[in-house]
């Protein structure tokens, strides 16, 4: 829909398929407030002043990747688009850790998608793409 660049997040250490297991790993993380390796590091970040930023919700808040994420670069003057996937939650606290990882940064209207909608959240993408002036 957007002319832009993809990034995928990812981390280092895979997490593990079982749905349990995964939520026991996820929440030592939260619970410890650690900052999993990432596989890969922009380096040309400050060509970009607009990133859109999609994640689910986890634990109340973003997964601790992302805070990695957002703490290895310089967001200050960039326009910070979110997109949050969740169970029921909306964007509970991520919100508020975004604007407290990236100090400058304009943080705007963000889209909440429920994970059953994903499938069929093109129009509400749009919508939004076109409310937050991406489109
Ligand atoms: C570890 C973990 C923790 C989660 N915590 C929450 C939560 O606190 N609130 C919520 O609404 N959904 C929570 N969910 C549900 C996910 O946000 C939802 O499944 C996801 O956005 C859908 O995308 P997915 O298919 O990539 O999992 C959690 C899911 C996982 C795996």
Not at 37 to 47: G, R
Not at 53 to 63: C, D, E, G, I
Request: with cysteine.
């Amino acid at each position: 829909m957007l002319d832009s660049d993809l990034f995928y997040i990812d981390t280092v250490k895979k997490y593990p398929d079982d749905h349990m297991q995964k939520i026991a790993v996820a929440k030592q993380e939260y619970d410890k407030n650690i900052r999993p390796e990432l596989k890969a590091k922009l380096d040309n970040m400050d060509d970009y002043d607009t990133v859109i930023v999609a994640f689910p919700n986890w634990w109340t808040t973003m997964p601790m990747a992302m805070f990695t994420f957002f703490e290895s670069y310089d967001f200050f003057g960039k326009i910070i688009c979110p997109i949050v996937t969740h169970g029921g939650s909306g964007f509970s606290n991520s919100l508020r850790d975004i604007s407290l990882l990236c100090p400058g940064a304009e943080i705007r209207e963000g889209l909440a998608i429920n994970g059953d909608d994903v499938q069929k959240c093109d129009k509400v993408l749009e919508k939004w793409a076109k409310k937050v002036h991406l489109l």
